[in-house]
């Protein structure tokens, strides 16, 4: 299987290739395009699906009439047709959602499937990513993948040769990190990083401070709730992540953070620049500008978007469920 965050980290700062752009003379960082990042992936999704027979497929619901839902559904598309692969767009009212997905969980045909948020918003749309297959689950957000995620387990088998599904927003944010130190051992590659993630949802923000922690950062946690602390204790001693208090304040975050994630869904909330530490990895994941266009004059990487990411971490995740439903791998529940 390609190894996506090694050869990100090789393509990003050892590659030939025009990915970024820097004006040493201007002080400009290096800016991270997703799409031409995501190009990259999507070339070798396309060697990988080429070689497997059915080509999977992938079943969108689209059950809302959201403009950046609608966005992401057309992106997924031209994705797939892109990259060879088949995808459907099934659209359907609110209340009929449920038993077309239960409909498509029972397709033998069907190999992954996503849904288009939000539909109702809340708990009912937990509801519905719970309801959603293990064995067909391309965005990581049922009970199954997500206690894993949480509970730092990240096989599906004893012997570990099965990793688990990863939700695929949190994971597109993933590649775009170059912090993680390739000396630590596996699991532990940002130990003595501080991360402030600026978005606590239950689809990214959650998850994400989740995956971080557990491979060793210090991550501070904000929304309209306050500020937490996601971590694996003092000298990461802990197996999996924590929730703490903190006195902290998002201030003093944001300027002892070596990353900041943000991903307000408001044009109207900017990360002030003169927060900021020297030297940022700042990382946008809202369809909103989060950052100053000052940003540009502190962080060493900037990357305004991750969506064209996603869509290929969906497909990665596609492929590896279809091997998992030919081997019997992922349990029903």
């Known amino acids: 299987m390609f190894d996506f965050l090694s050869f990100f980290l090789f393509f990003a700062f050892f590659s030939g290739v025009h990915l970024v752009s820097r004006d040493p003379s201007l002080k400009m960082p290096t800016v991270i395009s ?30 809302n009439e959201d403009p950046a839902a609608k966005r992401y559904a057309e992106w997924t598309a031209k994705t797939c047709r892109d990259a060879g692969f088949r995808f459907e767009l099934r659209e359907c009212s609110k209340n009929e959602l449920e038993d077309k997905l239960f409909e498509a969980n029972k397709d033998p045909n069907v190999n992954g499937i996503m849904i288009y948020y939000p539909v109702y918003g809340g708990t009912q749309d937990q509801y519905l990513q719970n309801s959603v297959s293990v064995k067909k689950d391309v965005e990581g957000l049922c009970h199954t993948y ?38 630590l051992p596996y699991g532990n590659r940002l130990h003595g990083r501080t991360i402030t993630i600026i978005n606590r949802s239950e689809v990214v923000g959650r998850p994400l401070a989740a995956l971080l922690a557990n491979d060793g950062a210090k991550v501070f946690s904000a929304d309209e709730n306050g500020l937490v602390e996601f971590h694996r204790g003092a000298g990461i001693a802990l197996r999996k992540h924590e929730v703490f208090d903190t006195a902290a304040t998002l201030n003093d975050a944001l300027a002892a953070s070596d990353v900041v994630i943000t991903g307000v869904p408001s044009p109207a909330f900017k990360v002030k620049t003169e927060l900021l530490k020297e030297g940022v990895v700042a990382i ?42 030919q081997k019997g791998i992922v349990p029903s529940l």
């Open 146 to 183: 997500r206690y894993n995620m949480y509970h730092n387990i990240r096989f599906l088998d004893d012997e570990q040769k099965f990793k688990c599904i990863i939700p695929c927003t949190p994971l597109a944010v993933v590649k775009h990190i170059g912090v993680y130190n390739p000396i």
């Open 34 to 63: 997703a799409a031409t990042v995501s190009a990259q992936f999507i070339e070798q999704l396309k060697a990988d699906v080429a070689l497997r027979e059915p080509i999977p497929l992938l079943v969108g619901f689209l059950a």
């Open 284 to 325: 946008n994941f809202s369809t909103a500008k989060n950052f100053e266009e000052s940003v540009k004059e502190k962080a060493s990487i900037y990357v305004p978007s991750v969506g064209k990411v996603t869509v290929a971490m969906l497909l990665r995740n596609l492929l590896r469920l279809q091997e998992y439903q």
